[in-house]
């Protein structure tokens, strides 16, 4: 079985999906983590963000597995090495969805996506799950939340991995990563037609997590 959950950046589909895989006992994929080590590896490469051929190029040659530790924790491990913390920095955040946003690099990232999803049963989340990775899946939900709290969850969640940050950079990079995701030609972010839509903005993560268990049948 797939599990396919979209939506935008801070309204809670990665803590989502990597609780409900753990309970499910599915694999779980956090395909944004994906983008994040191939941007990674291009700013460690110190190649030109606009240098689209040489980034197709290096996602064509690169090697990223995600795998799941005993405790349901992604392990994210890029041409053999984990980078799980390291892909989370502010700077990674702040280029990632221009990267993503590559038609060529997302074939590249969608046949991985395929291969990894189709080992085992699977909860993915990401931007274009349920509308071009699996738009098969058996479950499709979309998980949203407003703005404002987006941008406070984001904010929160970069202060606790220890990263000074401040409000206002946040709030720059959500927006201009809202703007690219919903905007790109090549698989934007939006709601498939029949994904269960749920608003997070007044919820806590164990309401969302049993919401879409309730919705599951087997």
């Known amino acids: 079985m797939i599990i396919a959950i979209d939506g935008p950046s801070g309204a809670g589909k990665s803590t989502v999906a990597k609780i409900l895989a753990k309970r499910l006992g599915f694999l779980y994929i956090d395909t944004g983590a ?3 080590a191939l941007t990674l590896k291009v700013l460690k490469n110190n190649i030109d963000i606009n240098d689209k051929e040489k980034i197709i190029q290096l996602a064509r040659n690169t090697q990223i ?3 799941n530790d005993p405790e349901g924790n992604l392990l994210v491990c ?13 700077q990674i955040t702040r280029f990632v969805s221009e990267i993503a946003r590559i038609k060529e690099v997302r074939q590249v990232m969608l046949d991985l996506q395929r291969k990894l999803g189709r080992k085992r049963d699977a909860v993915l989340d990401g931007r274009d799950i349920g509308t071009v990775v699996f738009p098969d899946a058996e479950k499709k939900f979309y998980i949203d939340a407003d703005f404002k709290e987006r941008l406070r969850r984001r904010y929160k969640e970069l202060r606790e991995l220890g990263y000074k940050v401040t409000l206002e950079d946040v709030e720059s990079d959500l927006k201009n990563r809202d703007k690219i ?5 090549f698989a934007p972010l939006r709601k498939a037609e029949d994904a269960v839509y749920i608003d997070t903005t007044q919820m806590s993560i164990e309401e969302v997590v049993n919401k879409i268990l309730e919705s599951l049948s087997f």
């Open 65 to 67: 597995d995600l795998k």
């Open 78 to 90: 890029l041409d053999g090495q984990d980078v799980s913390l390291q892909i989370r920095q502010p």
């Open 34 to 36: 994906m983008y994040r």
């Open 181 to 185: 995701d919903s905007t790109r030609e």
